[in-house]
């Protein structure tokens, strides 16, 4: 009850229409999570507390690497495809006609 008590709390902070007073909610949810002395969730609320810098600035600016960790994924499915690679290069090459949006057509 106490860790879904905790995600929820999190979730109202991260959902919050004021960005303002927003790194005081996010140290006192750290604190009271060390306070319960549960380790998993301690482990995310040190995690929280070592990336708190960009996630305020991904509330702030609304943005994140949800494009990029897509790609990334795409890419590590490709080299899985191919059950690896001879060398960089080759592997370069593939992401790029892949992914690149080339266009691989010969005008004159």
Not at 89 to 103: N, P, W, Y
């Amino acid at each position: 009850a106490l860790a879904w008590y905790f995600k929820e709390q999190a979730r109202d902070i991260w959902h919050g229409n004021c960005v303002r007073g927003t790194k005081q909610r996010w140290l006192e949810w750290i604190a009271l999570i060390k306070a319960s002395n549960i380790k998993p969730l301690i482990s995310v609320a040190e995690t929280v507390e070592s990336k708190l810098w960009g996630i305020l600035n991904a509330m702030r600016f609304g943005v994140s690497n949800g494009l990029a960790e897509a790609i990334n994924s795409q890419i590590r499915l490709l080299r899985v495809k191919a059950m690896g690679y001879r060398n960089t290069e080759r592997f370069k090459r593939a992401i790029l006609f892949h992914f690149g949006k080339l266009d691989m057509g010969f005008h004159h």
